[in-house]
């Protein structure tokens, strides 16, 4: 039997990249409410998605007025891949003068493809949790 939702954990986190309108796919903050965990990986390679490292893969949601679903959705970071392409989940190096999307370089990368993005140290004390 299900249990009642709970609050695990709280981060600083970030949802799509600028837009406020939840049923706005690839820009907008995700619809609000519960989400189902549908699994997680430390290894997850860039894909349609675009980011490489830790990754939780959430369920898909109807925003509230029923105009779109939004499907694809992950908790992730910013993150390197290392020579294979596999994420290690270290940071890349410094770019001068621009973001590396392999860095977390501060506030603006919590900007995403409407994703919940969230700090790699973030990431990586959720796992455990996930874990379990």
């Known amino acids: 039997m299900p249990g009642k939702d709970k609050v695990i954990k709280s981060y600083r986190a970030g949802s799509g990249?600028?837009?406020?309108d939840e049923c706005a796919?690839?820009?907008?903050?995700l619809p609000n409410g519960s989400y189902k965990v549908l699994g997680h990986a430390k290894h997850k390679k860039g894909g349609r998605s675009g980011f490489n490292g830790y990754a939780i893969h959430v369920q898909d949601k109807v925003c509230k007025n029923g105009r779109a679903k939004r499907t694809e959705l992950f908790i992730?970071?910013?993150?390197?891949p290392d020579s294979e392409m596999k994420p290690d989940g270290r940071q890349g190096p410094k770019l001068p003068g621009q973001d590396s999307p392999y860095r977390w370089d501060g506030a603006g990368d919590h900007y995403s493809l409407?994703?919940?993005k969230i700090t790699p140290a973030h990431i990586r004390d959720l796992f455990p949790t996930a874990d379990r």
């Open 17 to 20: 990249n600028g837009s406020k």
């Open 25 to 29: 796919p690839m820009r907008g903050w």
């Open 76 to 80: 992730h970071s910013e993150m390197k």
């Open 114 to 116: 409407a994703c919940v």
